[in-house]
């Protein structure tokens, strides 16, 4: 089977894990467990064809966090590898907002990459991220 390998990248506690653990398991996790190293992989269906996918869930790193894609794709010495950036906990009033959706769309756009706004919490978006990395992965 096609297996499609994932990342999840991002400063610590905005949710890589529980957007993995939704995807993964159709749970939202409430603790806040901060993650080592984990990975997943389950058989899913991608437009009608079994595959495979395999996500690589990091600790977070509150350092360096905005310069994330530039590390992969230099220590992969690949400038094609798929990204999204993804502005998580979206169920969350907009008083807790941290960046504007301008200021994500800028930098996605600086990085050549789509914006999907998701929550781990509603299950808002979810599927639809890791399906889309799968296309764009599959497309390479
Ligand atoms: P590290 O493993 O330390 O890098 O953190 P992480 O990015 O994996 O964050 P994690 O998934 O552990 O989530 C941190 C906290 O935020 C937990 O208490 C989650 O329940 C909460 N959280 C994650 N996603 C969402 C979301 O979409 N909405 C809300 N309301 N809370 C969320
Ligand atoms: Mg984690």
């Given at each position: ?8 990248v991002?400063?610590g ?31 899913v ?24 894609r ?6 992969l ?5 798929p990204?999204i ?9 907009n ?13 996605a ?5 789509p ?5 781990a919490k509603?299950r ?17």
């Amino acid at each position: 089977l096609p297996l499609h390998k994932v990342i999840m990248v991002g400063s610590g506690g905005v949710g890589k894990s529980a957007l993995t653990l939704q995807y993964m398991y159709g749970d939202f996790v409430e603790e806040y467990d901060p993650t080592k190293a984990d990975s997943y992989r389950k058989k899913v269906t991608l437009d009608g064809q079994d595959c495979q996918i395999d996500i690589l869930d990091t600790a977070g790193q509150e350092e360096y966090a905005a310069d994330f894609r530039e590390q992969i794709s230099r220590v992969l010495d690949d400038d094609s590898v798929p990204f999204i950036l993804v502005g998580n906990k979206a169920d969350l009033a907009n008083s807790y907002r941290k960046v504007t959706k301008d200021e994500a769309a800028a930098k996605a756009a600086e990085w050549g990459c789509p914006y999907i706004e998701t929550s781990a919490k509603t299950r808002l978006n979810v599927d639809e991220v890791y399906t889309e990395l799968m296309r764009k992965i599959r497309a390479r």
